[in-house]
């Protein structure tokens, strides 16, 4: 049975520039792993994740680390990750903008 939260490793924020030109999600975390952005690397991100989540980093100060999951379905993914973490949480990470979302159960 897949989770449907992201729990690949952490990186640091030095190991972005061998993250991978796809497609995807990802999480930014503070040093302590609190989760401050869910992101998406979509087709208007320049080079996918790498660019995706290196601009994420320049947005969110307090961020440390990330991680990634490559999707061709990021979208979709995107928006599942918003809702596990506002179910498990009551409300978005604190970078994320307020955005409308179904509810989730998990």
Known sequence: MTSLRLD????????????PGQLGV???????????????????SLFGLRS??????????????????????YH?????LLMVYRADHGRLPVANPPLRLGTLHP
């Open 26 to 44: 990802f999480e930014l975390a503070d040093e302590s792993g609190q989760v401050l952005l869910i992101g998406v690397a979509d087709a208007r």
């Open 8 to 19: 690949k490793p952490w990186r640091t924020r030095g190991e972005v520039a061998r993250v």
């Open 76 to 80: 979709t993914r995107y928006r599942e």
């Open 52 to 73: 995706a989540i290196d601009d994420a980093f320049v947005q969110v100060d307090a961020a440390v680390k990330f991680r990634f999951e490559s999707t061709a379905a």
